[in-house]
């Protein structure tokens, strides 16, 4: 297939995937009986015949090589957050003083990193180095920087998973296992694997790469650490699905041929909410692909906007007041022949199919609400969760009022008034007229049911979606195991299963919210229904290692109780270093920046009051501006040595749950001691002589 400049006018669908080893691809290159095994490991998640991967290797090698590639890596996720890569050179000595390409099956098959040098939470010593990665053939090789890029699992010597791809990858596999079972049940016999599906949609940010240049913070911690509030933010609603400027459209049509050659969906874009701040949504593909493909945007949106003078922002919170970005998980269950298994049809009440997958869903989410809450946890997004632009730290469920009806007719064993879908009409005959979905959108939820997907709205735009997705896989599988379980005891299959949804609805209700998560009331009505709520990421992670959370990720062999250990400690130093960084960012900006601005002009104003004072002038507002600037600049001072000293105290500690603690109680607090009469000072202080962009420079500057 051909390949293409950001310049080039031809149509998506000619150079589409041309970058990906797809099934079009293998199909052209691989003999019959090899791509057929490989499609069924793709479809069926079977095992792919040992023979077959010297073949698939040399056949990649060469396709490779003929788009002008001449290393391979296995590439994989570790818990860095990002993505790890190790080049090869295809080249081989010949014997006769040149070189040969070669790739073959045992090198397609595994790759050797350094274990003991990617996070590990003290299952891997500083000398117990080696590592394995495996190939993972249910997700497409594909080139990048004229690398051959092939995508893989991550786990150490002994086997301990050290990645966040394994745990999606096992959780796939039992979500699968577990449903069949149920659709068995309702007779479905010729279905043969489910597939979870995610779309998510990423939100992020773009901003002048001049100004990101003269921001410390911006460099070293991905957000603004100080910044005085603009005097205009997102009042006027007006940069929602605004106009593109030329610069962000050029930046999208690129990223969109970028992430098209390596098959990438990506299909919606626009402006978000806050200003500067943009989104992009993909089509649904599978879980473990989608993960790849996130990954992937999220690196091409940074080296992209690189491109255009721009700088791509992904921290959750990169600004103070002003919106953040987070990740929309749309979460969904399909079958191999087709099936959307959360599509409600029309009539609801009469698809108990559905009704018994939802109700799965409620239960597991009302009793793991901990584990979707720490599966979304980290310092950035402790920035932006319970704002008004995210979902409040209290896990709750949103279903709509259609679907709640249903709900309250099969627990009280009523007739449903009112079933099948509404046309709406807008009111002008020249238009025409459409159905109304089952739901509305509820923007404060967690968790919304939005017609045939489970929305999870709060994930960090930062956030790998495999955490978060393992974590659903699991907890749904597990109900779907009782489930299961129970009716295939069952004497009478249907009687056995009006009960279940009966029983189920009654005790998991209390889990769903159709209402307002921002006002205060429902805080208080969390309270009184016993829901949890963790505010904090170190509260959150805290609850990994519960008994009850460990006993479903060891059943179904997701993770063992010494990986859950290692994660949570992995995920809290992470938290610690974090903040620790950004502590240590906002001293060197006060005292190298800040603090002699500040003192520069207090100097200034108090000349210009002896200055007026010497011929007699009236020098009343230069003394009030003074004696705010030196109060100002002395809490500065205080808040500067106090957040110093709190930092060195921290260094002390040891135990990644007390140092986690430390930096959320005691170093957090200081920091916003710090940032308030910077930003205040930031007012007084003219621009010229301020030492960084302001708010309003960085946002509106595009």
Same mark, same amino acid.
Request: proline share 5%; hydrophobic share 40%; with cysteine.
């Given at each position: 297939?051909?390949?293409?400049?950001?310049?080039?006018?031809?149509?998506?669908?000619?150079?589409?995937?041309?970058?990906?080893?797809?099934?079009?691809?293998?199909?052209?290159?691989?003999?019959?009986?090899?791509?057929?095994?490989?499609?069924?490991?793709?479809?069926?998640?079977?095992?792919?015949?040992?023979?077959?991967?010297?073949?698939?290797?040399?056949?990649? *090698?060469?396709?490779?090589?003929?788009?002008?590639?001449?290393?391979?890596?296995?590439?994989?996720?570790?818990?860095?957050?990002?993505?790890?890569?190790?080049?090869?050179?295809?080249?081989?000595?010949?014997?006769?003083?040149?070189?040969?390409?070669?790739?073959?099956? *045992?090198?397609?098959?595994?790759?050797?990193?350094?274990?003991?040098?990617?996070?590990?939470?003290?299952?891997?010593?500083?000398?117990?180095?080696?590592?394995?990665?495996?190939?993972?053939?249910?997700?497409?090789?594909?080139?990048?920087?004229?690398?051959?890029?092939?995508?893989?699992?991550?786990?150490?010597?002994?086997?301990?998973?050290?990645? *966040?791809?394994?745990?999606?990858?096992?959780?796939? &596999?039992?979500?699968?296992?577990?449903?069949?079972?149920?659709?068995?049940?309702?007779?479905?016999?010729?279905?043969?694997?489910?597939?979870?599906?995610?779309?998510?949609?990423?939100?992020?940010?773009?901003?002048?790469?001049?100004?990101?240049?003269?921001?410390?913070?911006?460099?070293?911690?991905?957000?603004?650490?100080?910044?005085?509030?603009?005097?205009?933010?997102?009042?006027?609603?007006?940069?929602?699905?605004?106009?593109?400027?030329?610069?962000?459209?050029?930046?999208?049509?690129?990223?969109?041929?970028?992430?098209?050659?390596?098959?990438?969906?990506?299909?919606?874009?626009?402006?978000?909410?806050?200003?500067?701040?943009?989104?992009?949504?993909?089509?649904?593909?599978?879980?473990?692909?989608?993960?790849?493909?996130?990954?992937?945007?999220?690196?091409?949106?940074?080296?992209?906007?690189?491109?255009?003078?721009?700088?791509?922002?992904?921290?959750?919170?990169?600004?103070?007041?002003?919106?953040?970005?987070?990740?929309?998980?749309?979460?969904?269950?399909?079958?191999?022949?087709?099936?959307?298994?959360?599509?409600?049809?029309?009539?609801?009440?009469?698809?108990?199919?559905?009704?018994?997958?939802?109700?799965?869903?409620?239960?597991?989410?009302?009793?793991?609400?901990?584990?979707?809450?720490?599966?979304?946890?980290?310092?950035?997004?402790?920035?932006?969760?319970?704002?008004?632009?995210?979902?409040?730290?209290?896990?709750?469920?949103?279903?709509?009022?259609?679907?709640?009806?249903?709900?309250?007719?099969?627990?009280?064993?009523?007739?449903?008034?009112?079933?099948?879908?509404?046309?709406?009409?807008?009111?002008?005959?020249?238009?025409?007229?459409?159905?109304?979905?089952?739901?509305? %959108?509820?923007?404060?939820?967690?968790?919304?049911?939005?017609?045939?997907?489970? &929305?999870?709205?709060?994930?960090?735009?930062?956030?790998?979606?495999?955490?978060?997705?393992?974590?659903?896989?699991?907890?749904?599988?597990?109900?779907?195991?009782?489930?299961?379980?129970?009716?295939?005891?069952?004497?009478?299959?249907?009687?056995?299963?009006?009960?279940?949804?009966?029983?189920?609805? %009654?005790?998991? *209700?209390?889990?769903?919210?159709?209402?307002?998560?921002?006002?205060?009331?429902?805080?208080?009505?969390?309270?009184?229904?016993?829901?949890?709520?963790?505010?904090?990421?170190?509260?959150?992670?805290?609850?990994?290692?519960?008994?009850?959370?460990?006993?479903?990720?060891?059943?179904?062999?997701?993770?063992?109780?010494?990986?859950?250990?290692?994660?949570?400690?992995?995920?809290?130093?992470?938290?610690?270093?974090?903040?620790?960084?950004?502590?240590?960012?906002?001293?060197?900006?006060?005292?190298?920046?800040?603090?002699?601005?500040?003192?520069?002009?207090?100097?200034?104003?108090?000349?210009?009051?002896?200055?007026?004072?010497?011929?007699?002038?009236?020098?009343?507002? &230069?003394?009030?501006?003074?004696?705010?600037?030196?109060?100002?600049?002395?809490?500065?001072?205080?808040?500067?040595?106090?957040?110093?000293?709190?930092?060195?105290?921290?260094?002390?500690?040891?135990?990644?749950?007390?140092?986690?603690?430390?930096?959320?109680?005691?170093?957090?607090?200081?920091? &916003? %001691?710090?940032?308030?009469?910077?930003?205040?000072?930031?007012?007084?202080?003219?621009?010229?002589?301020?030492?960084?962009?302001?708010?309003?420079?960085?946002?509106?500057?595009?």
């Amino acid at each position: 297939m051909p390949t293409i400049d950001a310049k080039n006018t031809a149509a998506p669908d000619a150079y589409f995937g041309c970058n990906v080893f797809n099934e079009s691809v293998m199909r052209s290159c691989l003999p019959r009986k090899v791509f057929e095994a490989v499609m069924r490991t793709k479809r069926l998640g079977t095992a792919l015949p040992k023979d077959t991967a010297d073949v698939v290797a040399s056949a990649m *090698k060469d396709w490779a090589v003929s788009k002008g590639c001449t290393h391979y890596t296995q590439w994989f996720q570790p818990m860095t957050g990002i993505t790890a890569e190790k080049h090869d050179a295809f080249l081989s000595p010949s014997g006769e003083g040149g070189v040969i390409l070669e790739f073959s099956g *045992k090198e397609l098959i595994k790759g050797e990193p350094d274990a003991s040098s990617f996070p590990s939470g003290g299952l891997r010593a500083t000398f117990e180095a080696r590592g394995y990665t495996a190939w993972d053939p249910t997700s497409d090789a594909f080139i990048k920087d004229r690398t051959l890029c092939i995508p893989t699992a991550f786990c150490s010597y002994n086997g301990e998973v050290l990645d *966040k791809k394994t745990p999606l990858l096992r959780s796939m &596999e039992v979500v699968s296992r577990q449903t069949v079972r149920i659709l068995r049940l309702f007779g479905n016999e010729s279905v043969q694997r489910v597939t979870t599906t995610v779309g998510p949609e990423q939100e992020y940010f773009l901003i002048d790469k001049a100004a990101y240049d003269q921001r410390k913070d911006l460099i070293l911690t991905g957000r603004t650490l100080f910044g005085a509030k603009p005097p205009r933010g997102e009042e006027m609603d007006d940069h929602y699905f605004g106009n593109l400027t030329q610069r962000v459209s050029d930046f999208m049509r690129e990223l969109d041929e970028e992430l098209w050659k390596l098959g990438i969906y990506a299909k919606t874009e626009h402006n978000e909410v806050a200003p500067a701040q943009h989104e992009l949504a993909p089509v649904y593909t599978t879980s473990n692909i989608a993960a790849d493909h996130n990954q992937l945007t999220m690196e091409l949106m940074k080296k992209t906007a690189l491109k255009h003078g721009l700088v791509c922002l992904l921290h959750e919170k990169p600004f103070a007041g002003i919106s953040g970005s987070g990740k929309h998980n749309n979460w969904s269950l399909t079958t191999d022949d087709g099936q959307n298994l959360l599509d409600p049809g029309d009539t609801p009440r009469e698809n108990l199919q559905f009704l018994l997958i939802l109700c799965a869903i409620l239960k597991g989410v009302k009793e793991f609400a901990p584990l979707l809450r720490l599966s979304s946890a980290s310092a950035g997004n402790d920035c932006r969760l319970g704002g008004n632009e995210a979902p409040p730290t209290v896990i709750s469920v949103f279903i709509g009022d259609d679907l709640q009806q249903v709900l309250d007719a099969i627990e009280q064993d009523k007739p449903l008034d009112g079933t099948g879908k509404i046309a709406f009409n807008v009111g002008v005959d020249a238009m025409p007229q459409f159905r109304k979905d089952a739901t509305d %959108r509820n923007r404060t939820s967690p968790l919304a049911f939005t017609g045939n997907k489970f &929305e999870f709205r709060m994930l960090g735009a930062a956030d790998s979606i495999s955490c978060c997705n393992f974590v659903m896989n699991t907890i749904f599988a597990w109900e779907m195991d009782q489930f299961a379980t129970e009716l295939e005891a069952a004497e009478d299959f249907h009687t056995a299963l009006k009960a279940l949804l009966v029983r189920t609805i %009654r005790e998991n *209700k209390d889990i769903i919210f159709n209402g307002n998560g921002y006002g205060d009331a429902w805080f208080d009505e969390c309270k009184r229904r016993n829901l949890p709520n963790y505010p904090s990421t170190v509260e959150a992670l805290q609850q990994y290692t519960r008994p009850e959370f460990v006993e479903i990720f060891e059943k179904y062999s997701i993770l063992t109780r010494a990986e859950i250990a290692s994660r949570m400690d992995i995920l809290l130093e992470n938290y610690s270093k974090t903040v620790h960084i950004e502590a240590k960012t906002m001293l060197d900006m006060a005292r190298k920046l800040i603090l002699p601005a500040a003192m520069a002009y207090s100097g200034e104003v108090c000349r210009a009051i002896a200055d007026k004072e010497k011929v007699g002038m009236d020098a009343r507002v &230069e003394r009030e501006i003074a004696a705010e600037l030196n109060d100002l600049t002395a809490c500065l001072y205080d808040a500067v040595t106090d957040l110093n000293e709190q930092s060195g105290k921290a260094s002390l500690l040891s135990g990644a749950s007390e140092t986690a603690e430390f930096y959320r109680k005691t170093i957090v607090p200081a920091m &916003e %001691r710090l940032r308030a009469p910077a930003d205040a000072l930031e007012l007084l202080v003219p621009a010229e002589q301020w030492p960084f962009p302001s708010y309003s420079d960085i946002l509106y500057n595009i």
